[in-house]
């Protein structure tokens, strides 16, 4: 019953695309519509297209249903659709349906393998390799899974590039407390936005293949990339590229999902990872582990299936769904300039070039004085920092101690996926909390 200073709560804190006014793909939601009610594909509202991708679906359904149980590692056809799709993005590099599982999402997978990889005790215990920021959801498997979380620095001074050098130092000092075997890489950022080039990825796979580690490569965002003279390159395709010792030896899991990208379809919890090299017992093993949650939703394998398989030029659908995806994608990329544009015009706030993803995560002075009141109230400085961004101004976002960040450095980690007009008002509101609160704590 407080009267507030504000009249809403703007939810800056998570990359959900659709609770943020973005319009769901026309294409994506037909085929969804026409698997769930076959009803529908007997009347005339729906285009041939979608329908032609709706009846390859449910065909591939025990009962022509969605309501069925599919096969554990997903529906066999969608997952042809997939290692289709791997191919045409990675410019002919084969991809085989078997080594494809549809997930629940990108994070059900993530958490399967790392569940396949974690074992021994004391000092013989898995260690994992992260970036620091990081994704939460890699130290909460980690932590549930009582592994050993090994932080590797990303080079903020050089927009979050991944620096070979670091990674051996970490693996060096890890080695001390635990056996390190998994390195996980996150392309495009999230928290960070930067986008690897491919020299930074060829150094990563060869440090891998040196060390024998188990490379997860988290691309969700392989569609969201912004800035001029970036391009996202595939962990798979690269290591093919550097030939048979490194593409027969390197075992990968690399992921996707319907949340990202230009669908945002965070709901339908859709996703695959393909996984090369596994030993084949081991591979065995994790058929059994997934089996054990029966399959991934139905709805969400569908869903997928549109993402690798969208209309082609030619098909009656084409023309809107490039219409509509390219609108999404040009609209991110026009949020990410101007985020960073903004940010970097007030005194206190630097944020590096947002070249992928759809998260900014500029650094925030915060006075000693403000440190001291955050002690005081037994918080850390940048929580203590949100926290009155969101009593105050009702923009809600997340501190970047919940990423992780280097001793003495603040962050904080917003979204831009608000709508530009609704953009610009949160930035200038977060503009003016942080000159009031410098001059508050100065």
């Not at 899991?253 to 990202?260: G, I, R, V």
């Not at 953009?423 to 009031?436: C, N, S, Y």
Request: with cysteine; net charge neutral.
């Amino acid at each position: 019953g407080i009267k507030k200073p504000f009249t809403e709560v703007i939810k800056a804190n998570i990359g959900d695309a659709h609770a943020m006014g973005q319009r769901p793909i026309t294409f994506l939601r037909q085929v969804v519509a026409l698997c769930t009610y076959p009803n529908l594909l007997d009347g005339p509202s729906f285009p041939e297209d979608a329908k032609k991708r709706a009846r390859r679906i449910l065909q591939g359904c025990g009962g022509n249903s969605l309501g069925s149980y599919s096969a554990s590692q997903g529906i066999n056809c969608i997952r042809e659709d997939v290692a289709s799709y791997i191919e045409r993005r990675d410019g002919g590099v084969p991809a085989d349906p078997d080594n494809i599982y549809l997930t629940t999402g990108a994070s059900d997978g993530i958490a399967t393998i790392l569940k396949i990889l974690v074992s021994g005790g004391g000092k013989s215990r898995t260690g994992v390799m992260i970036p620091i920021p990081q994704y939460p959801l890699y130290s909460a498997v980690i932590s549930e899974l009582d592994a050993i979380q090994v932080n590797y620095y990303l080079d903020e001074e050089n927009c979050w590039a991944l620096d070979v050098n670091e990674l051996r130092r970490s693996l060096n000092e890890a080695k001390a407390y635990c056996n390190p075997k998994v390195l996980c890489i996150i392309n495009p950022g999230n928290p960070t936005g930067q986008v690897q080039n491919r020299k930074c990825i060829e150094d990563v796979i060869h440090f891998a293949w040196e060390e024998k580690l188990f490379l997860l490569a988290d691309e969700v965002y392989q569609d969201n990339v912004y800035s001029e003279g970036c391009q996202f390159h595939s962990f798979k395709k690269i290591l093919y590229e550097m030939g048979p010792e490194y593409y027969n030896n390197v075992e990968l899991a690399s992921f996707h999902s319907t949340s990202k990208g230009y669908m945002g379809e965070c709901g339908y919890r859709g996703g695959y990872m393909e996984v090369i090299n596994l030993h084949p017992e081991i591979k065995g093993q994790l058929v059994k582990l997934l089996s054990v949650r029966l399959c991934p939703p139905v709805s969400g394998q569908a869903a997928m299936d549109i993402v690798v398989n969208p209309p082609v030029p030619g098909e009656e659908s084409y023309s809107q769904f490039i219409k509509e995806k390219e609108s999404v994608l040009n609209n991110l990329a026009k949020k990410a300039k101007l985020t960073e544009d903004m940010f970097n015009k007030v005194p206190g706030i630097h944020c590096n070039p947002l070249q992928g993803a759809m998260y900014a995560f500029p650094r925030i002075f915060i006075p000693s004085k403000a440190i001291e009141e955050a002690k005081a109230h037994k918080m850390a400085p940048d929580m203590f920092y949100c926290m009155k961004l969101l009593e105050e101004t009702g923009i809600c976002v997340v501190p970047g101690s919940g990423f992780g960040q280097r001793e003495g450095s603040y962050h904080f980690r917003m979204t831009i996926l608000p709508p530009v007009e609704k953009l610009k008002i949160l930035l200038e509101k977060v503009k003016d909390f942080h000159i009031k609160f410098l001059e508050r704590y100065a």
